[in-house]
Each structure stands twice: as C-alpha cells, then as structure tokens.
C-alpha cells in the first residue's frame, strides 16, 4: 500500500524527474569541460615543449662547441640541488641523427621521433624536434605521454568528486523546494478531505495560487449541490414521517374509540381488534421504513463530535416507562457522565432505540436487558453495549443479521429491518455495529454494540 | 381536567377529543395556532395538548410565547416529528412530554396523568386520604379497603381535587373541570356532583367553604 502510495506521489514524481534531468545535464556538462580542458591541457603541454627546447638549445650548442672533443653524447651537468625526476628529456642531434648531448633522463640511443621540425608522438613519449644552424643540429625535446595522462586523471577527477556530494545533496534541496513549493496542493487536499465528512461549507483560501483556484471553484460547486441533494434527501424524509404518521395515528385512534365505544360482548369487536393490531404492524413498519429512508439519505454524518448523552437518555426513558418493557431495562453508565461520538444525535437514537428494541423482543419477557458503555478516552473512542438473556445465535445466522428482512427466526416479531438500518447508518458514520453471541463473558445471550465513530484527530 | 387540544387533523383531533372526554376530562378543540394563542390568553386550562406542524406556523413558537409571558399550564406534545433533536427542541422550549404519532390513546391518558401529577407536586400516583386510597393512574378508588366506582364526571371533579389537596377550588374551577368550552351548564351541577362524591367516599374528605368553594382535607 505504502509502495503504492509513493509510487503515485507527485513529490517523488517531481523529485525523480528534475534530479535525472539535473545529474544528465551536470554530467554532460562535466564532460564537455574535460574536452575542452584536455584540448587546452595538450597545447599548455606542447607550448612548454616547444619554450623548452628554445631554452635549451642555444645552451647545448655553446656547451657542444665547448666539449666537442670528448666521446659522445655528453651529458650537461644539472646542479645537484634539482632533483633528478624531471619530466622533459632532450637530445642534440646532427643531421644524420647521432645524438651529440643528451639530458640524464633521456636513456641510451635516439629517440624515435624523426629529424623533422614540429610534434610527433609514439606510445610513450611526446616528442618536438626544432633545428638550428643550417639544419646540422636538431634538438629533440620528450615529454611522457603518461604525465599529460596522469595530468589529465587529475582534473577528472576533480570536477567528478564535487558531483558525489553535490547531487545528493541536490536531490535533498529539490525535496525540501518541491515539498515547499506544494504546500498549497497539501493545503486544498486537507480541506477537501474534512469536506468528506459532514462538513459541507465551502472552501476559502484566497491565498492559493492561481492555477489551484479553478479546483477550489470545482470544489465548492459541488460541495454547494451535495448539501442541496442533502437537505432535499432529509426534507423528504421528515415530511414523508409527517404525511405518513399522521393518518395512522388518526386511523388507529378512531379504531380505538370504536372499539371502547362498542358494546362487551358486539360480533364486530374481534374485527376492531384485528383491524387496530395491523394498524399497530403498520406503524412499526412505516416506523422502520423511515428510518430506512433516513439512513439512506445519509443523516448519520456530522462533521464534529455531538453530545449524545440527551439522545441516550431519552431513548432509554421510552422504554423504561413503556408497560411492555417496564422493569426490563438495566443501565450502568458509570464513569461515563458524557458520551461523545461523532454521529449525528438523530441517527445515534435510531441506532440505539433499534438494538434496545431487537433486544427486547428476542429475549423472554421477565429477562433483564443491560446497557452500558465503554471506551470513551482519548485513545478508545465511546461504544454502547446492548445485551439480553436470549439463547445463543448460529454464528452463521448472526453474520447475516444486518442483511435487510434477515431474522434469526423467521417467526420473531420484528421487522428484519432494525439491525440493517444500525448497521447502514454506524458504517455511514464510520463507526461499527458489531454483535456478538454469546454475549461477552456470558455463556448465552446476544449482545449488539455500537461503536461509536470517535474524532479524527483524537478519540472521543 | 380542562384540556385544550390544538391539532390540525381533523379525524385524530375528534378521536382523542371522544377519548378525553369519555375519560371525563372537559376539551377544546382549535385546529390553527392563531386562535389558540388567544384563547390561552382569556381562559386557564390545566394542560394543552399541542401539535407541532400547524396550517399557520409551528406549534413550538405557541409554546415559547405562553412560557415568555410566564404562563407554566402543563405542556405535551403530539407530533409526527420523532426525531429526538425534534424532541431536545421541544422540551428545551418548555414541554412537559413528547407524544410521536402513532400512539396509543391509552398512552397518551397516562401520560397527561403523570404530568398532571408532576404539576400537582405529587408525582405519586397513590394517595392515601383518611380511610381512602386512590389510584390515580388507574383512577381507582378504595373506601376502608373497598374499591368503589365512579362515573367519568365525577372522577373529574374529584381529579381537580386530588391534585391540589388542602386548596380550596371555587365552582368555577371546578365547573371547568366538567364541560367543554362554551358548553351550557346549570347553575347547581357542581353541588350535584359534590354531593354523589360524597355518597360514595364519604362526607368528611370534601369540606364546603361558605362562599368560596370546595377543598379536600389533605
């Protein structure tokens, strides 16, 4: 993941790019100065060649004249004080190419380069042959080929051995500017990415760069239509409750009065009573599909922490005064004065009033039903527990049971729908539904816990 | 009890009105906000029954302005809003209960009971008076251990009474406690009913204050 991730990154892009450009340029660039330095070197070489033996020559001819009687060649006397490791070595020659002077360094015999004014070069020396007196003498003045080599090897490596430390630390400079330079990007993308969550206002950042302003514009467009679609999504759904709730409310309560209107022992009583007991499945029902209809239309996300400590307790009050349920409810929050989440407090009491409700219709009539929470620090975000007595359920079957019309059995009281609709809105929240069974550190039972989606930065 | 109800529907309007006043308790009926803020402004009633989405606005700004100008008469809510921010909101504004439609009528008679009960300081649904015990919530009355009936009417005289025991009520009070609103009555119809409460609890629970009223011995 993390290799794909580096791989799609504009900063390596970036960062590979202009270093690859930068390194090829720098080292045609190097190559191109040794071309000419080693050109400039060989005429610096040749020039000193020629200036020696101009030097020399006169010198030789009057020592010649002056020692000619002796057996030749002769060898000038050098002071003792210069070392003798100089690199140019001469020869005085007559024109049939006997060597009459030589310097020390030269060697025994001629050397190879021809009797011929000018340069020549064989594989160990550089030679410059220069005339004089009528063409009857001619100085020939050797230079090693290794020492202009060796000369040369030093200056590559010298313009080399910067570019070691250099490029790496180019490459760190072209980091830290690309990184610089992007800021803004990381900017937009950390706006956009809390935009996802709930947060439907635009952006505004004046200060981005030009070229990231037509994005921004793209952004807050559709940022502007989603919470349209929204709003439309969450009105629709309020005013859907509103014109459905009302005429069965009406329905029911005039089937109630009907049948506390009808005499004891009326043929039609049984009738009003299977009438207001569909009313009462229908009211469940369309309770249900609501719910449904507002976690689809996505009312669980918000974009800070709520307080959803009056939602719980309201939830846990209806059941704990509906005669069906009295005494049936078992709450133990303590050490939890507050319970932070973010979801929307709406959608937290769907969720909670379903896992209350599905556990008490699956569980016996006497058999108490425990709530509590855990987690609720910086580091464990806040989870409700909902636990009953029920036996154990098939891990096959408990799998399934966020699947819509999904029950463990099919002739149960609920709709198949309460766990579908938690477990749609704590996902769209970013938070989990997760059921367990047995219950923890229970041998039975069935225990639904919501875990509550905490903040981004630090947990509720 | 005297109840006004404000609801917009008409069918579900009638239902619970038939409801309440079977249970004994005198309703008034308004279907739009305007005409019930004023009628709250010229009569007292012991709790308003209060839909939120009227024709004419919404019922939580009533609520607002009867609690602004410091009229507390007990407040329930009967809404197709069953969202609890909904329900925050509404109690927040000064609500005492919060009824979602669907419900059940029989639910709903509790729970003005109780909120009836929570107003007259004594959240206890029982009562011990004397040798009289009484239910209130299942409007059951016990005479030295024996459970005796009453009529609706006259178990609504008698609520006015047991929800503020020691005070003394005029006839007026207690005439609103019997009839609907603009309902003709005649001019001896509390004595009438005085007296049967009398006959079957007994003369010394109901004391007559010469010229005032009527109290219940606490």
């Known amino acids: ?460 | 009890m005297r109840i006004l109800l404000i609801e917009d529907e008409q069918s579900l309007a009638q239902a619970i009105k038939d409801h309440l006043m079977a249970q004994g308790e005198a309703v008034d009926w308004l279907p739009a906000l305007a005409d019930a803020e004023d009628t709250l402004r010229s009569t007292r009633y012991d709790i308003i029954l209060l839909d939120l989405n009227l024709p004419d606005g919404n019922g939580i700004t009533l609520l607002q302005n009867i609690r602004k100008r410091g009229d507390v008469t007990p407040c329930v809510i009967l809404t197709a809003q069953d969202q609890i921010s909904d329900r925050i909101k509404g109690l927040n504004a000064g609500a005492d209960d919060y009824l979602v439609k669907p419900f059940d009528l029989g639910e709903m008679i509790a729970r003005l009971a109780a909120v009836s009960r929570r107003y007259s300081g004594n959240p206890n649904p029982l009562m011990e008076i004397g040798n009289l015990e009484i239910d209130q919530a299942n409007r059951l009355v016990f005479v030295s251990g024996r459970q005796i009936d009453l009529t609706a009417r006259e178990w609504a005289v008698f609520d006015q009474l047991l929800r503020r025991p020691g005070a003394i009520l005029s006839k007026r009070q207690l005439e609103d406690a019997l009839y609907e609103f603009g309902a003709e009555i005649e001019s001896n119809t509390v004595e009438v009913y005085i007296s049967r409460l009398r006959k079957k609890i007994g003369p010394e629970p109901i004391r007559t204050v010469r010229g005032v009223g009527y109290r219940l011995e606490g």
């Open chain 1, 1 to 460: 993941m993390r290799i794909l991730k580096m791989k799609n990154s504009l900063i390596i892009a970036i960062v590979t790019r202009v270093t690859v450009v930068m390194t090829l340029t720098w080292l045609l660039g190097c190559a191109l100065a040794l071309l000419v330095m080693q050109d400039e070197m060989g005429e610096a070489f040749d020039s000193g060649l020629q200036q020696t033996a101009h030097r020399i020559l006169p010198l030789a001819v009057d020592y010649l004249f002056e020692h000619g009687d002796g057996p030749a060649p002769h060898r000038m006397p050098v002071t003792n004080s210069v070392p003798n490791d100089e690199f140019v070595a001469y020869q005085i020659r007559d024109a049939k190419g006997a060597v009459l002077v030589q310097s020390f360094e030269a060697g025994i015999g001629a050397f190879s380069a021809p009797l011929k004014p000018g340069f020549f070069e064989d594989d160990k020396f550089r030679y410059y042959t220069e005339t004089t007196i009528s063409d009857s003498l001619f100085i020939q003045v050797a230079e090693p080929v290794a020492h202009r080599h060796e000369a040369l090897r030093e200056s590559i490596s010298a313009i080399i051995a910067p570019l070691v430390v250099l490029i790496p630390l180019s490459i760190i400079g072209i980091w830290w500017s690309v990184r610089r330079g992007l800021r803004p990007v990381t900017l937009l993308q950390e706006d956009i990415r809390n935009r996802g969550s709930g947060n439907m206002m635009p952006i505004d950042r004046p200060e981005l760069p030009d070229e990231l302003h037509p994005i921004v514009i793209a952004v807050n467009n559709l940022l502007a239509r989603l919470k349209s679609a929204l709003t439309a999504e969450r009105n629709f759904a309020a005013n859907s409750a509103h014109e459905l709730r009302t005429p069965i409310a009406a329905a029911l309560a005039q089937t109630q009065r009907l049948r506390a209107e009808m005499p004891a022992q009326d043929a039609n009583t049984a009738r009003a009573e299977h009438i207001e007991t569909s009313l009462h499945r229908l009211k469940r029902l369309s309770e249900k599909l609501l719910q449904l209809s507002r976690a689809e239309a996505g009312v669980a996300v918000v974009g800070d922490l709520q307080d959803l400590s009056p939602a719980l307790l309201l939830v846990i009050e209806d059941f704990s005064r509906d005669p069906r349920y009295i005494h049936r409810i078992a709450v133990d929050f303590t050490g939890h004065d507050t319970l932070l989440g973010k979801i929307d407090i709406d959608a937290f009491a769907i969720c909670l009033r379903n896992v209350i409700e599905n556990a008490l219709i699956h569980s016996n009539d006497d058999d108490p039903v425990r709530i509590w929470a855990s987690g609720g620090t910086e580091a464990i975000p806040a989870s409700i527990h909902v636990a009953n007595q029920s036996p154990v359920v098939p891990p096959r079957i408990l799998a399934k049971l966020t699947e819509r019309f999904e029950r463990n059995n099919p002739s149960s009281k609920g709709s198949g729908l309460g766990l579908a609709i938690v477990d749609t809105i704590m996902q769209q929240a970013g938070g989990k539904l997760v059921l367990l069974s047995p219950a923890h550190n229970r041998d039975s039972g069935f225990e639904a816990v919501l875990q509550l989606p905490g903040d981004d930065n630090s947990a509720a």
